[in-house]
């Protein structure tokens, strides 16, 4: 079964900087939005960014000015650039492929921000 795999997640100070990575380990046809989402313990899984084939971005409100969501449509790739991470940015980080049949998750990286 086609799964995402996401890397580059990892340990980093406060105002650092960390790019995440996400690609299908297989053919997945009709992708139309890849995002990513993140989860701290006790919290709720929520929207970061996500960005259409057509290039709309969504940002959280938390990450606006902070975070860059970026694609490569033709590899169904999606990247997270993150800059000036906060302690509070520390979560797991899921990437997250939407077609019109289904959606598609990955197993999460961790990102953890020390102060």
């Known amino acids: 079964q086609v799964q995402l795999v996401e890397s580059g997640g990892g340990l980093v100070q406060a105002g650092g900087s960390l790019r995440l990575s996400c690609a299908p380990s297989?053919?997945?046809?009709?992708?139309?939005?890849m995002g990513w989402y993140r989860q701290a313990p006790g919290n709720q899984r929520e929207l970061v960014a996500s960005?259409?084939?057509?290039?709309?971005?969504n940002y959280a409100d938390s990450v606006k000015g902070r975070f860059t969501i970026s694609r490569d449509n033709a590899k169904n790739t999606v990247y997270l650039q993150m800059n000036s991470l906060k302690p509070e940015d520390t979560a797991v980080y899921y990437c997250?492929?939407?077609?019109?049949?289904?959606?598609?998750w990955g197993q999460g990286t961790q990102v953890t921000v020390s102060s």
């Open positions: 297989g053919s997945i046809f009709g992708i139309h939005t």
């Open positions: 960005r259409t084939n057509s290039g709309s971005t």
């Open positions: 997250n492929a939407k077609t019109n049949y289904r959606v598609y």
